[in-house]
């Protein structure tokens, strides 16, 4: 088992030395194509969030508001 383990991690380490290597080369390249994709995700997000807000100002309104009625129970 120790030597399973240890195997494993020698290896991982050896074959992601070139991944560490890398750096930044390919930061800040991201096009239209990526700005419409998080464009559109962030669409999603604010289309969610408006019907949240709207349920919750409803949930509110039902907790604390004057008009309520209590229920009688008949036995």
């Known amino acids: 088992m120790k030597t399973t383990l240890r195997n494993t991690l020698i290896a991982l380490l050896t074959f992601s030395s ?3 290597a890398a750096g930044t ?18 669409l999603i ?11 919750l100002v409803g949930v ?5 508001g004057r008009d309520r009625e209590t ?3 008949k036995s």
Do not use: T
């Open 25 to 42: 080369a390919g930061a800040g390249e991201g096009g239209l194509l990526v700005s419409l994709f998080l464009g559109f995700f962030a």
């Open 71 to 73: 229920v009688k129970v």
């Open 18 to 20: 070139s991944a560490f």
């Open 60 to 64: 509110l309104r039902g907790l604390f």
């Open 45 to 55: 997000v604010v289309f969610q969030l408006v019907p949240a807000a709207l349920m």
